[in-house]
């Protein structure tokens, strides 16, 4: 049973995670991918500590050791960097270009899951692995011939990639944090840390005024965004605590296909056969893992 829990909570997180990319895109059309990305952690944060005072566990920050803590801000300070990437790559590319290369954080995590955390990689696990690799070079060769018109370069490449390894980091970090602590005030420390960080590079970079540039309609998604956020979060931490990084990983980055599904109906951004040949292997090798 405790499985069961461990894995709803997994599938729960790709399914707010891939509504999340959607939303977040429709909030930077125009708005400062920076600002947008601030604003929407402050949304993730309210969310967050009202789930941790929904559990009441706010009594026991006081009982968060140092080491916890340590974890907790430096998992936060990858999200932020990860965040920050991931946002400016979709606001230059389109989804379908970006996703498959943000997602292939997948195959990064897990190997640094078997050499730091010691996790097992059986040979269905590897498989698993292949597959995904596989399926991502498959996505990305095909969404990197397509056209865009606003993009300018390369430059949603190197942001996505920079998102890909920062998450990475964030999954490992973060489980070694989050056994310490309730998930859900676990969620809220690092949310803390994200939403310093974003609003610290804001007001570094001198874009603070870019908040009243941003209009109702995006604001209005971008606070959606932030809720979806917040809800993808607390699954994926409280996945996080029982089950094994590598599998909970794996399965959040399933979210690949509500995207995928999503831009679809919202933007008419397709898929060509190979790419999806590319996202049936992503699909499969995840699927595998679970085993």
Not at 14 to 34: E, M, P, R, V, Y
Not at 188 to 202: D, E, H, K, S
Request: aromatic content about 8%; proline content about 1%.
């Amino acid at each position: 049973m405790e499985n069961v829990i461990w894995l709803g909570f997994a599938i729960g997180s790709a399914f707010f995670a891939g509504i999340t990319s959607i939303l977040a895109k429709c909030g930077i059309k125009t708005a400062d991918s920076t600002t947008a990305t601030a604003i929407r952690t402050g949304i993730v944060l309210v969310f967050s500590c009202i789930m941790v005072f929904v559990v009441g566990s706010q009594s026991t920050l006081a009982d968060v050791d140092a080491k916890t803590w340590l974890f907790l801000v430096l998992s936060g300070v990858a999200t932020g960097a990860s965040w920050l990437c991931y946002f400016k790559a979709l606001q230059l590319g389109d989804i379908n270009k970006v996703v498959p290369i943000d997602k292939s954080s997948t195959i990064l995590t897990i190997l640094v899951a078997v050499i730091i955390l010691g996790e097992e990689i059986t040979l269905l696990k590897a498989v698993g692995v292949a597959a995904i690799a596989v399926g991502t070079y498959l996505m990305i060769q095909k969404q990197a011939t397509s056209d865009h018109p606003r993009e300018k370069g390369k430059g949603w490449l190197v942001y996505a990639a920079l998102s890909a390894v920062f998450a990475s980091l964030t999954a490992i970090l973060g489980k070694v944090g989050i056994s310490g602590v309730e998930s859900n005030l676990g969620t809220a420390i690092r949310t803390g840390v994200v939403l310093i960080m974003a609003w610290g590079i804001v007001f570094a970079t001198g874009k603070q005024h870019t908040i009243r540039q941003i209009s109702r309609r995006e604001l209005g998604f971008v606070c959606l965004s932030g809720l979806a956020t917040g809800a993808s979060w607390l699954c994926y931490y409280r996945a996080l605590q029982d089950g094994p990084v590598s599998v909970v990983v794996a399965v959040d980055k399933l979210s690949i296909v509500v995207t995928i599904v999503f831009s679809y109906i919202a933007f008419k951004e397709k898929l060509s056969p190979k790419a999806l040949v590319g996202l049936a292997f992503i699909v499969g090798g995840t699927m595998v893992m679970l085993i």
